[in-house]
């Protein structure tokens, strides 16, 4: 059985590349940062899986990489983990190929962004460079280029969902009349496997997007149409860069980071190149559907809940790009403590209520939570913008608001929240189901002075807060 390395496996792309890999009949060798954060998804032979932990920053841990591999998938992109992420794409794509050249991999795939203009925004630049170094390695590479990915979870879809739903009106920046050339997230798995070991492809790069050219406001306008809304957009011409990142950091759910660097690449054209990767022998097959299908397909999996990866669960939407092993420990000394408990009325429904916080579903009437997604928001923080996958089930490393989930198992009744608002320290809130009772405890650990003020302003409130939830969330 050939072995398929997998970078970026807990991201988008990489998250739903996992089974369709493994449905070629490959074993897919996950490379992770932190065990701590993946799950194996359902449906998957143990044989045909493995997760290994390799940060490709760190030369040390590329020992890590087996030898025997057969082909490899470089999906692993830096753009807003910080403002230097140019540097950091070089150093991971350097060290990548340091690392395959040891191995027996015959093939690698590297899944880019459009660039068809001679002067490229900062991320388009980045991923062209990565291109570059994969390209003039020994190893046989290569490059698919998509522009937006039309998908339930993508960063590109969930910007547009969130402008459209959100707003009747919206007075916009004039790079919404830029034309570019959306693909479907099927079709772009579709090209990423069927051009495995397809020796048609060695060292080419090819642009892929369905046959639809639009401009973002036509983008928007077919969004709406699908969901039935009336929407009016007006283009203003004298919108900064800056103030528009601010302005799709505020109406969306994206982090400013991503909002900066998605601007600057939207004021650049992305239209694919003639020459096409539908040609060649064991792609004919792949036709790409159009924007209007794309949108249909992905609003089926949303309403029914089958969200399979979500760029919200990756750390490019967190506050720092660490490990979540830090924080698995909650810590007892130095810190202060909130502990409340209420007896259950029903197991199972307790469950339910603590597996579904966040999201729709919100923090059980407490309203004082709003208020401080709102606060967390207005200091660059997530607020409560991000939401969750699912309704109902959680995983580890999975975004809930402005928490990251650090452990979750249901039948344990057991759940381990890290904060990652805006705060002078850390925090922890965890629950736990225990003789018939549930046990929640905020835990927080100060930095300095100004984390102990920050403690004592919020404590007159913790009544409300915490006595309020735990009873709410017993109820049946």
Known sequence: ?????????????????????????????????DVQRFSK?????????????????RKETLQNIPKD???????????????????????????????????SCEHIIYLSGLVNEKEL??????????????????????????GIIIGSGSASFEIIRDLVEKLPVMVTPKWLNTRCQPIGIANVLDFLIFSLFKKETYNRSFDIGCDDVLTYKEILLGYAKVRGLKRHIFILPVMTPKLSSYWLYFITSTTYSLASS????????????????????????????????????????????????????????????SSLKE?????????????????YENREKCLDNVFSLGGKKGWYGQNLWKIRGFMDQLVGGPGLRRGRTHPTQLHQGDALDFWRVLYANREEGKLILFAEMKLPGEAWLMFKLYRGKLWQKAVFRPKGLWGRLYWFSVLPFHGLIFKGMVRNLVKS
């Not at 988008?12 to 449905?23: E, F, L, P, Q, W």
């Not at 998804?41 to 920053?57: N, R």
């Open 327 to 343: 924080f698995i420990e909650v810590p007892h000394f130095g810190c202060f403590t909130d502990l409340q408990s209420a007896v």
């Open 262 to 321: 998605l601007v600057g690449s939207m004021k650049i054209e992305v239209v694919c190149k003639p020459e096409s990767l539908k040609e060649i022998k064991g792609i004919t097959n792949i036709q790409p559907f159009g924007y209007g299908e794309a949108l249909k397909r992905t609003m089926e999996k949303i309403q029914a809940n089958e969200i399979s990866s979500s760029w919200k669960d990756s750390f490019v939407s967190s506050r720092s790009d």
């Open 1 to 33: 059985m050939k072995k398929i390395l997998l970078t970026g496996a807990t991201g988008y792309i990489g998250k739903r590349m996992i089974s369709v890999i493994a449905a070629q009949g490959y074993k897919v060798v996950c490379c992770v940062r």
């Open 121 to 146: 925004s900062k991320h388009l630049n980045s991923r062209f460079n990565v291109e570059k170094i994969l390209m003039e390695s020994k190893l046989h590479t290569t490059v698919l280029r998509a």
């Open 41 to 57: 998804p359902s449906g998957i032979k143990e044989e045909q899986f493995e997760v290994i932990e390799v940060d490709f920053l």
């Open 69 to 103: 591999i057969s082909g490899a998938y470089y999906l692993m992109h830096s753009m807003s983990a910080s403002g230097d992420y140019e540097s950091s794409e070089k150093i991971c794509a350097e060290n990548f190929i340091s690392a395959l050249e040891a191995t």
